[in-house]
């Protein structure tokens, strides 16, 4: 799948698609060739699980956002 952000193209690919409904609250990513994972928090945000590959936080909420459009979570 494909994003823009802040002007620049992104392709990421959807690991766990078969568990993915309304009620998902993680997601699994191929961001740049590296996994990625991503929980929504509290606040109904999405946010990266792990820091080891630090991704921009407004880039992380707009992938996260991106899947459940495109998925209708």
């Given amino acids: 799948m494909r994003?823009?952000?802040d002007d620049k193209d992104y392709i990421y690919q959807i690991l766990?698609?078969?568990l993915i409904d309304k009620?998902?609250?993680e997601l699994e990513i191929i961001f740049n060739g590296e996994k990625v994972?991503?929980?929504m928090?509290?606040?109904k945000t999405w946010v990266q699980k792990d820091q080891s590959n630090?991704?921009?936080p407004?880039?992380?909420q707009a992938l996260g956002r991106s899947v459940?459009?495109?998925l209708r979570m």
Wanted: proline share 0%; aromatic share 4%.
């Fill in 23 to 25: 009620h998902t609250t």
């Fill in 54 to 56: 630090s991704i921009d």
């Fill in 58 to 60: 407004n880039l992380v």
């Fill in 3 to 5: 994003i823009t952000f």
């Fill in 16 to 18: 766990n698609t078969n």
């Fill in 37 to 39: 994972e991503l929980v």
């Fill in 41 to 43: 928090d509290d606040k």
């Fill in 68 to 70: 459940s459009l495109r």
